[in-house]
Nanobody, 115 residues
Framework: QDKPVESGGGLVQAGGSLRLSCAAS????????MAWYRQTPGTQRELVAG?????RVPLSVMGRFHIGTDDGANMIYLQMNDLRPEDTGVYYC???????????WGQGTQVTVSS
């Protein structure tokens, strides 16, 4: 049901960059909040980019992770630079449409950063 689909995860060396993609199932203009979250085993999902401003991203990703969109293609991206082993985890795209209070989540994509 209108779930976004992430792609672009993989294995990268520390210091490298990776761009994750999220294909929205509908037009971007129907979305009033978009975000990328990360989850590692045994931890809760944490916001790493985007969102509605109520939650701050960790200091560890500030200046390294950037969210962007291609409205024409209905795509949301997460550009990750200077990756570190602690960035390893499953990354999820989450979208909230106008008129809704909850986010719709993708299935996640695995990112592994080797030291």
């Amino acid at each position: 049901q209108d779930k976004p689909v992430e792609s672009g995860g993989g294995l990268v060396q520390a210091g490298g960059s990776l761009r994750l993609s999220c294909a929205a199932s509908r037009k971007i203009f129907t979305v009033n909040s978009m975000a990328w979250y990360r989850q590692t085993p045994g931890t809760q999902r944490e916001l790493v980019a985007g969102g509605d401003g109520r939650t701050r991203v960790p200091l560890s990703v500030m200046g390294r992770f950037h969210i962007g969109t291609d409205d024409g293609a209905n795509m949301i991206y997460l550009q990750m630079n200077d990756l570190r082993p602690e960035d390893t985890g499953v990354y999820y795209c989450a979208l909230r449409r106008y008129g809704r209070t909850s986010y719709t989540w993708g299935q996640g994509t695995q990112v592994t950063v080797s030291s």
